[in-house]
């Protein structure tokens, strides 16, 4: 494994995310929108990776960032074998109707190397705010 680098390491992890708007919980008139999303990291690699940290910006429509950092994802610190994944649910909460979320994991191999595995940039939104 020492002949692998940080950036072959981020590419063995791939995430991918799936959003929803949650009506029954946002308040439109109270700047309150609500999403859930279901985020899947799949480990691509040969190397047995465990999940260790997160870190998110998220950022509304009028440009305000909110800055989320923490151990592991929804209290886990999840282990993932190779050809494997692990998926978990979440939410955010936006002062307006459109938004974004990006960010990485801090990933630790079984050989030790510590990584980040990037998240890439996705929208959070109201159905039908965007053409």
Request: glycine fraction near 10%; charge should be negative.
């Amino acid at each position: 494994m020492a002949d692998m680098d940080q950036s072959e390491l981020r590419c063995t992890i791939k995430v991918d995310v799936e959003t929803v708007y949650l009506p029954n919980q946002s308040s439109p008139a109270d700047r309150r929108f609500v999403f859930a999303y279901r985020i899947t990291i799949r480990n691509v690699g040969k190397t047995p990776t465990q999940l260790l940290t997160r870190s998110w910006l998220i950022t509304d429509a009028d440009g305000k960032v909110q800055e989320v950092r923490g151990d592991g994802v929804v209290g886990e610190q999840p282990h993932i074998p190779p050809g494997s994944h692990h998926s978990y649910s979440s939410g955010a909460v936006l002062e307006t109707p459109v938004g974004t979320m990006e960010g990485s994991y801090g990933m630790l191999t079984n050989e030790g190397t510590h990584f980040d595995a990037s998240i890439p940039l996705f929208r959070l939104a109201v159905p039908g705010v965007l053409h």
